[in-house]
Protein backbone atom coordinates (compact mmCIF):
# COMPACT_ATOMS: atom_id res chain seq x y z
CA UNK A 1 0.00 0.00 0.00
CA UNK A 2 1.39 3.57 -0.93
CA UNK A 3 2.07 5.23 2.53
CA UNK A 4 1.50 9.12 3.76
CA UNK A 5 3.42 10.83 6.29
CA UNK A 6 2.15 13.88 7.96
CA UNK A 7 3.10 15.66 10.99
CA UNK A 8 1.42 14.52 14.43
CA UNK A 9 0.06 17.83 15.34
CA UNK A 10 -0.20 21.26 14.06
CA UNK A 11 -1.69 24.34 15.89
CA UNK A 12 -3.32 27.42 14.41
CA UNK A 13 -5.02 30.77 14.95
CA UNK A 14 -8.15 31.32 14.81
CA UNK A 15 -9.32 33.32 11.58
CA UNK A 16 -6.06 31.99 10.02
CA UNK A 17 -5.32 29.86 6.94
CA UNK A 18 -3.52 26.68 8.14
CA UNK A 19 -1.78 24.49 5.67
CA UNK A 20 -1.35 20.74 6.65
CA UNK A 21 1.37 18.67 4.80
CA UNK A 22 1.35 15.39 3.38
CA UNK A 23 4.12 13.79 1.96
CA UNK A 24 3.93 10.52 -0.56
CA UNK A 25 6.99 9.84 -2.38
CA UNK A 26 5.51 6.25 -3.54
CA UNK A 27 2.79 7.50 -4.89
CA UNK A 28 1.45 5.58 -7.90
CA UNK A 29 0.69 7.03 -11.18
CA UNK A 30 -3.50 6.44 -10.72
CA UNK A 31 -3.90 7.22 -6.95
CA UNK A 32 -6.10 9.84 -5.89
CA UNK A 33 -5.01 11.65 -3.03
CA UNK A 34 -8.56 12.20 -0.36
CA UNK A 35 -7.99 13.83 2.47
CA UNK A 36 -10.45 13.09 5.72
CA UNK A 37 -11.28 15.03 8.94
CA UNK A 38 -12.63 13.59 11.72
CA UNK A 39 -14.27 15.55 14.69
CA UNK A 40 -14.28 14.29 18.15
CA UNK A 41 -16.55 11.50 18.47
CA UNK A 42 -17.40 11.50 15.27
CA UNK A 43 -16.51 9.36 12.24
CA UNK A 44 -14.65 10.73 9.49
CA UNK A 45 -15.61 12.95 6.74
CA UNK A 46 -14.82 13.55 3.50
CA UNK A 47 -12.77 16.97 2.75
CA UNK A 48 -10.92 17.26 -0.76
CA UNK A 49 -9.38 15.13 -3.68
CA UNK A 50 -7.31 15.41 -6.03
CA UNK A 51 -4.96 13.94 -8.76
CA UNK A 52 -3.11 16.33 -10.47
CA UNK A 53 -4.21 19.73 -10.49
CA UNK A 54 -5.15 22.08 -7.32
CA UNK A 55 -8.80 21.40 -6.42
CA UNK A 56 -10.88 23.99 -4.47
CA UNK A 57 -14.47 23.23 -2.58
CA UNK A 58 -16.26 24.69 -0.14
CA UNK A 59 -14.41 22.78 2.99
CA UNK A 60 -10.60 23.65 1.71
CA UNK A 61 -8.37 23.69 -0.80
CA UNK A 62 -5.72 20.88 -2.21
CA UNK A 63 -2.32 21.43 -3.48
CA UNK A 64 -0.49 18.60 -4.92
CA UNK A 65 2.89 19.31 -5.83
CA UNK A 66 4.40 19.11 -9.79
CA UNK A 67 5.43 15.33 -9.16
CA UNK A 68 2.64 14.46 -6.92
CA UNK A 69 5.09 13.38 -4.43
CA UNK A 70 3.41 15.84 -1.76
CA UNK A 71 0.14 17.37 -1.33
CA UNK A 72 -0.75 20.36 1.12
CA UNK A 73 -4.21 20.97 2.72
CA UNK A 74 -5.34 24.63 3.18
CA UNK A 75 -7.90 25.72 5.43
CA UNK A 76 -8.53 29.43 4.21
CA UNK A 77 -9.75 30.86 7.47
CA UNK A 78 -9.76 28.39 10.79
CA UNK A 79 -12.71 28.53 12.70
CA UNK A 80 -12.64 26.47 16.07
CA UNK A 81 -14.85 23.95 14.55
CA UNK A 82 -11.85 22.97 12.28
CA UNK A 83 -10.19 21.27 15.21
CA UNK A 84 -9.33 18.06 14.29
CA UNK A 85 -7.62 15.24 13.19
CA UNK A 86 -6.97 15.77 9.39
CA UNK A 87 -5.48 12.75 7.23
CA UNK A 88 -4.26 12.27 3.97
CA UNK A 89 -5.20 9.22 2.34
CA UNK A 90 -4.22 7.67 -1.01
CA UNK A 91 -7.07 5.74 -2.49
CA UNK A 92 -5.56 2.52 -3.52
CA UNK A 93 -7.87 0.04 -5.50
CA UNK A 94 -7.20 -4.27 -5.01
CA UNK A 95 -8.37 -7.22 -5.87
CA UNK A 96 -10.69 -9.05 -7.97
CA UNK A 97 -13.75 -6.71 -6.69
CA UNK A 98 -11.62 -3.21 -7.07
CA UNK A 99 -11.78 -3.12 -3.32
CA UNK A 100 -11.42 0.73 -3.00
CA UNK A 101 -9.62 1.11 0.85
CA UNK A 102 -9.11 4.11 2.29
CA UNK A 103 -5.93 3.41 4.49
CA UNK A 104 -6.05 6.11 7.11
CA UNK A 105 -2.76 6.42 9.10
CA UNK A 106 -2.68 8.48 12.09
CA UNK A 107 -3.18 12.04 11.19
CA UNK A 108 -2.42 15.67 12.18
CA UNK A 109 -4.54 16.79 15.08
CA UNK A 110 -5.11 20.16 14.47
CA UNK A 111 -6.04 22.66 17.15
CA UNK A 112 -7.27 25.92 16.83
CA UNK A 113 -6.07 28.64 19.42
CA UNK A 114 -8.92 31.35 19.64
CA UNK B 1 -31.08 13.54 4.66
CA UNK B 2 -28.37 11.34 3.80
CA UNK B 3 -26.47 9.40 6.48
CA UNK B 4 -24.82 5.78 7.60
CA UNK B 5 -26.38 4.71 11.06
CA UNK B 6 -24.34 2.44 13.63
CA UNK B 7 -26.13 0.53 15.99
CA UNK B 8 -25.63 0.65 19.31
CA UNK B 9 -23.66 3.57 19.83
CA UNK B 10 -21.64 1.89 22.58
CA UNK B 11 -21.45 -2.03 23.98
CA UNK B 12 -19.84 -3.54 26.85
CA UNK B 13 -19.98 -7.36 26.56
CA UNK B 14 -18.07 -10.42 28.23
CA UNK B 15 -16.04 -12.59 26.37
CA UNK B 16 -17.62 -15.27 23.72
CA UNK B 17 -21.12 -13.21 23.88
CA UNK B 18 -22.26 -13.00 20.06
CA UNK B 19 -23.15 -9.65 19.38
CA UNK B 20 -24.03 -7.87 16.16
CA UNK B 21 -23.43 -4.12 15.30
CA UNK B 22 -26.07 -2.71 12.86
CA UNK B 23 -25.39 -0.66 9.97
CA UNK B 24 -27.64 1.08 7.45
CA UNK B 25 -27.10 3.73 4.55
CA UNK B 26 -30.02 6.01 2.95
CA UNK B 27 -28.48 6.54 -0.15
CA UNK B 28 -28.55 3.73 -2.05
CA UNK B 29 -25.01 2.95 -2.29
CA UNK B 30 -23.40 -0.16 -3.68
CA UNK B 31 -20.24 -0.21 -1.39
CA UNK B 32 -20.17 -0.50 1.92
CA UNK B 33 -17.06 -1.66 4.11
CA UNK B 34 -16.25 -2.13 8.43
CA UNK B 35 -13.62 0.03 9.92
CA UNK B 36 -11.97 -0.08 13.15
CA UNK B 37 -10.02 2.15 14.97
CA UNK B 38 -7.50 1.55 17.09
CA UNK B 39 -4.47 4.58 19.08
CA UNK B 40 -1.65 4.45 17.09
CA UNK B 41 -2.99 2.22 14.51
CA UNK B 42 -5.51 4.50 12.38
CA UNK B 43 -8.48 2.86 10.48
CA UNK B 44 -7.93 -0.40 9.13
CA UNK B 45 -10.52 -2.19 7.14
CA UNK B 46 -12.39 -5.29 8.40
CA UNK B 47 -14.72 -6.09 5.68
CA UNK B 48 -16.41 -4.76 2.42
CA UNK B 49 -18.92 -5.80 0.08
CA UNK B 50 -19.36 -4.32 -3.33
CA UNK B 51 -23.25 -5.08 -3.80
CA UNK B 52 -26.15 -7.44 -2.22
CA UNK B 53 -24.08 -10.99 -1.35
CA UNK B 54 -21.23 -9.99 -2.58
CA UNK B 55 -18.71 -9.25 0.47
CA UNK B 56 -14.80 -10.29 0.93
CA UNK B 57 -12.19 -9.62 3.97
CA UNK B 58 -10.22 -6.36 4.17
CA UNK B 59 -6.88 -6.30 6.20
CA UNK B 60 -8.42 -7.43 9.59
CA UNK B 61 -11.19 -9.98 9.28
CA UNK B 62 -10.24 -12.57 11.68
CA UNK B 63 -12.97 -12.94 14.17
CA UNK B 64 -15.42 -10.88 12.58
CA UNK B 65 -18.36 -11.86 10.03
CA UNK B 66 -20.63 -9.67 7.79
CA UNK B 67 -23.38 -10.03 5.77
CA UNK B 68 -25.63 -8.19 3.44
CA UNK B 69 -28.67 -9.19 2.38
CA UNK B 70 -30.22 -5.86 0.99
CA UNK B 71 -28.22 -2.82 -0.22
CA UNK B 72 -28.94 -0.52 2.94
CA UNK B 73 -27.84 -2.90 5.32
CA UNK B 74 -24.62 -4.37 6.33
CA UNK B 75 -24.66 -5.51 10.01
CA UNK B 76 -20.91 -6.77 11.62
CA UNK B 77 -21.21 -10.01 13.36
CA UNK B 78 -18.70 -10.81 16.35
CA UNK B 79 -19.80 -14.56 17.05
CA UNK B 80 -17.76 -15.15 19.79
CA UNK B 81 -15.97 -11.42 20.89
CA UNK B 82 -12.79 -11.65 22.67
CA UNK B 83 -10.88 -8.62 24.55
CA UNK B 84 -9.09 -7.74 21.82
CA UNK B 85 -11.99 -6.94 19.60
CA UNK B 86 -12.20 -3.91 22.06
CA UNK B 87 -12.14 -0.79 19.78
CA UNK B 88 -14.28 1.60 17.87
CA UNK B 89 -15.94 0.52 14.87
CA UNK B 90 -17.02 2.31 12.05
CA UNK B 91 -19.29 1.55 8.59
CA UNK B 92 -18.94 3.22 5.68
CA UNK B 93 -20.86 3.37 2.35
CA UNK B 94 -19.83 5.02 -1.28
CA UNK B 95 -21.34 4.82 -4.78
CA UNK B 96 -18.66 3.28 -7.15
CA UNK B 97 -18.83 7.10 -9.29
CA UNK B 98 -18.79 9.12 -6.70
CA UNK B 99 -15.10 9.96 -4.52
CA UNK B 100 -16.50 10.36 -1.37
CA UNK B 101 -16.93 7.56 1.67
CA UNK B 102 -19.54 8.40 4.50
CA UNK B 103 -18.77 7.12 7.51
CA UNK B 104 -21.70 6.48 10.68
CA UNK B 105 -21.22 7.89 14.29
CA UNK B 106 -18.82 4.72 15.58
CA UNK B 107 -19.73 2.39 17.81
CA UNK B 108 -17.50 1.66 20.96
CA UNK B 109 -17.26 -1.42 22.00
CA UNK B 110 -15.42 -3.41 25.14
CA UNK B 111 -15.34 -6.62 25.55
CA UNK B 112 -14.53 -7.75 29.09
Known amino acids: DAKTTQPNSMESNEEEPVHLPCNHSTISGTDYIHWYRQLPSQGPEYVIH???SNVNNRMASLAIAEDRKSSTLILHRATLRDAAVYYCILRDVVGNFGNEKLTFGTGTRLTIIP | EAQVTQNPRYLITVTGKKLTVTCSQNMNHEYMSWYRQDPGLGLRQIYYSMNVEVTDKGDVPEGYKVSRKEKRNFPLILESPSPNQTSLYFC???????????FGQGTRLTVV
Open chain 2, 92 to 102: ASRTFSGPEAF
Open chain 1, 50 to 52: GLT
